[in-house]
């Protein structure tokens, strides 16, 4: 039973427009939700993250929305550059667990 | 400066053999982590240890045994490897879950091939 889901395998953006990745998740008693970013060969990276006590988070380009009712959060990236195709993770955590809860992932390319 | 390293990055072996892998993290953390990515690209959470105490041990086979021989280090041995196992594994490490703005640092991975 997936607890987190990102529902868009692969998304293709344009250099310049805006990015919007896309998480959803079940367990209402997450209260911490990061986002990731994965280049190949590599590990993922931290980039984002938000309180359930906010809905919105901005760091530079990167925005990341929360909407509690409809549990879905969202990340985004404005403006795309081609720097950020990569895979991006959305994660998920209880207060205070040790454990964080990952979707599958989402393959953003931008395209020239 | 490698926050988070895993050594070797490749491993390819037989099926039966026995095989470790390394990791070590110069961060200060007390928080470490080993996940498994599968085939359909999902990161599993395998084992966490904090302070070398062991504090999540996700059902994984007992033929994968983990070891912390100090804070610093978070290593994952491997007995009688099988196919399935076939994967790339990546540690992780991170401060206690309750400090502000938490996040875990990953290791660059290992990629097993079990043939």
């Known amino acids: 039973d997936q607890q987190v889901k990102q529902n868009s395998p692969s998304l293709s953006v344009q250099e310049g427009r805006i990015s919007i990745l896309n998480c959803d998740y079940t367990n209402s008693m997450f209260d911490y939700f990061l986002w990731y970013k994965k280049y190949p060969a590599e590990g993922p990276t931290f980039l984002i993250s938000?309180?359930?006590i906010k809905d919105k988070n901005e760091d530079g380009r990167f925005t990341v929305f929360l909407n509690k009712s409809a549990k879905h959060l969202s990340l985004h990236i404005v403006p795309s550059q081609p720097g950020d195709s990569a895979v991006y993770f959305c994660?998920?955590?209880?207060?205070?667990?040790?454990?964080?809860?990952w979707g599958a992932g989402t393959k953003l390319i931008i395209k020239p | 400066d490698t926050a988070v390293s895993q050594t070797p990055k490749y491993l390819v072996t037989q099926m039966g053999n026995d095989k470790s892998i390394k990791c070590e993290q110069n961060?200060?953390?007390?928080?470490m982590y080993w996940y498994k990515q599968d085939s359909k690209k999902f990161l599993k959470i395998m084992f966490s240890y904090n302070n070398k105490e062991l504090i999540i041990n996700e059902t994984v086979p007992n033929r994968f045994s983990p070891k912390s021989p100090d804070k610093a280090h978070l290593n994952l041995h491997i007995n009688s490897l099988e196919l399935g196992d076939s994967a790339v594994y990546f540690c992780a490490s991170s401060r206690p879950p309750d400090t502000l703005q938490e996040t875990q640092y990953f290791g660059p991975g290992t990629r097993l091939l079990v043939l």
């Open positions: 994660a998920a955590r209880v207060d205070s667990n040790y454990q964080l809860i």
């Open positions: 938000i309180s359930s």
């Open positions: 961060l200060g953390h007390d928080t």
